[in-house]
């Protein structure tokens, strides 16, 4: 999808998410003076950005902008809906990266908003190597689309959902993924402390193998199997650990469940 950025654009919440997305469109070319940040608590670092590249910071923001992104915690919807409200106009799409809140809902607080986008991105979007669902309300023209996917690249992958309901799916895998990675550094770094290394060379070890293995995989064209099959001698040591971590009962099962429960809780969330 081609990427188009708006001509005016409000950030509603600056904190970790919202700023590094605002990072990632200035790194990719928005001008400055087209942005205005609403954070009523913003960062020192943030607002030594905003004075940098010309932003307005809790000033008088425009009307009806091109896009409005919401980036404010969840809880906060209620609270900042009043002043936000005014800002959404018919023309303006709204991206919401509110964990939980679905586009109806988004809707019921903004009723002046036709064109809404919901995303879920993760946790690596904050050094712009993210993985991100949306899903746009029908109202979304193929323009504001472009606008909404130019916004949530900036951070990383983009993918496009045909329903709102697959959001579920998507936290339970890409948006609570990192977890599971993290996971899997710790529990690699205990087994090699179980094999006789010392805490904190397993420890590094593990974490290097998980963050090393994370980049080639990023780098490399080849399917995570071709991977795994390349690095796999027949008979060798890794064969032997894969046959645990491989059999019926190994890890395959164990993230089924794990993504089957994350995704009933976020349907258990949603509102």
């Known amino acids: 999808m081609s990427r188009r950025l708006p001509a005016s ?24 003076e087209r942005v ?11 607002a030594q950005l905003c004075a940098a590249h010309g932003i307005a910071l809790n000033s ?6 091109e896009a409005l992104v919401l980036a404010i915690k ?15 106009g018919p ?6 990266v509110l964990a939980g809140k679905t586009i109806a809902n988004l809707k019921d607080r903004l009723p002046r908003a036709r064109a809404v986008v919901r995303a879920m991105p993760n946790l690596p979007a904050s050094i712009r190597r993210g993985a991100t669902g949306a ?3 029908p109202e979304t023209s193929e323009d504001q689309r472009r606008t909404a996917h130019a916004l949530l690249s900036s951070n990383g992958l983009v993918e496009w959902l045909e329903s709102e309901d697959l959001i579920d799916a998507v936290t339970a895998l890409s948006g609570s993924g990192p977890a599971y990675v993290f996971l899997l550094a710790e529990t690699l770094a205990a087994a090699g402390i179980a094999a006789g290394l010392p805490a904190d060379v397993a420890a590094r070890l593990a974490r290097q193998t998980v963050a090393g293995a994370g980049e080639l ?30 059999a019926e009962d190994g890890l395959a099962p164990l993230m089924r469940d794990a ?4 995704k009933r809780r976020a349907g258990e969330l949603a509102g």
């Not at 906060?76 to 800002?87: T, Y």
């Not at 023309?91 to 919401?96: I, L, N, P, R």
């Not at 690095?231 to 491989?246: F, I």
């Not at 993504?259 to 994350?262: E, G, K, L, M, T």
């Open 9 to 32: 654009l409000i950030l509603a919440g600056a904190g970790k998410m919202g700023g590094a997305m605002l990072e990632g469109w200035l790194a990719d070319g928005l001008p400055g």
């Open 36 to 46: 205005a940040v609403i954070d009523p608590n913003p960062s020192p670092a943030m």
């Open 60 to 65: 008088a923001a425009p009307a009806e902008p």
């Open 74 to 88: 969840p809880q906060g919807l209620e609270a900042a809906a009043e002043g936000l409200a005014p800002l959404a």
């Open 91 to 96: 023309g303006t799409v709204v991206v919401s």
């Open 135 to 137: 899903a746009a309300s």
């Open 217 to 246: 995989l990023g780098r490399s064209p080849e399917e995570p199997g071709t991977l795994r099959r390349n690095v796999t001698s027949p008979g060798g040591t890794t064969a032997a650990a894969l046959g645990v971590l491989m």
């Open 259 to 262: 993504v089957a429960a994350a």
